[in-house]
């Protein structure tokens, strides 16, 4: 599985804070690194103050200590999943793009060619960190599709854009319109949650999330075989000769 270059397929999940791709879409990255895809983890932010509840009650705890903490957790999930990842450490809570970070992300955006792009709702009025990153994806992928943009690299395509299931998704607008099979590779998710240590107390629920949306799955027609799954709302069509 090869592009007209020759090299392989690129998947980009667009991560607010060095947690939020393993819950969300762990199953997916590491389907798609089996798969033979280039899987590469963008993190906007190491979530240094907002997301690390855990290293905050530890004494003497400081930002930079919770940001290298973060680091070396996000470097073992990826790790786990068979991607590759990168800190644009812009600081949390709240997260800010300013046009120097869009150009960074257009930048990967024009470097790996992603056919696919992962990130979060637009509309989060629990975490609105998680919609300025919706907004910087579809942002970064209208600059890195400009043919006047940074003439010294070639111009994106149209990668799909998928949003992945927020943690409270009725009051986030979200209806999945794809529900993703992760079962053969659920234990490479759980491994990769395993070492979340900042935020332990999120695993137990997104195990049993992805049950219940096997569930969904196996109702809407899919394999009884599936026990796991992960929920996606595309923002774009999908183009094709059939309706199914």
Known sequence: MHNDDGRAPTLM????????????????LALYAER?????IVCLSFGERG?????????????????AARRDEAEAAASALG???SFLDLGDYPLRIDEDALNRIAGEMRTHSPQLLLTH??????????????????LARQVAQAAGHDPNTAPLGAPQVLQFEPHQPEQCGFTPNLLLDITSVFDRKRKAMSCMGAQSHLVDYYVDLS???AVQAVRNGGAK????????????PVVGGELL
């Open 13 to 28: 999940v667009i991560s607010a804070h060095s947690g939020d791709f393993v819950w969300r879409a762990g199953g997916a």
């Open 36 to 40: 033979g895809y280039n899987v590469r």
């Open 51 to 67: 997301e690390s509840q855990g290293l905050w009650k530890q004494e003497g705890m400081t930002v930079e200590r919770a940001k």
């Open 83 to 85: 991607a590759d990842i």
């Open 121 to 138: 709702v637009a509309a989060d009025p629990y975490n609105r960190d998680h919609n300025a990153a919706h907004e910087a994806t579809l």
């Open 211 to 213: 049950a219940r949306r």
């Open 225 to 236: 075989s599936i026990t796991h799954a992960e929920a996606y709302q595309r923002v774009f």
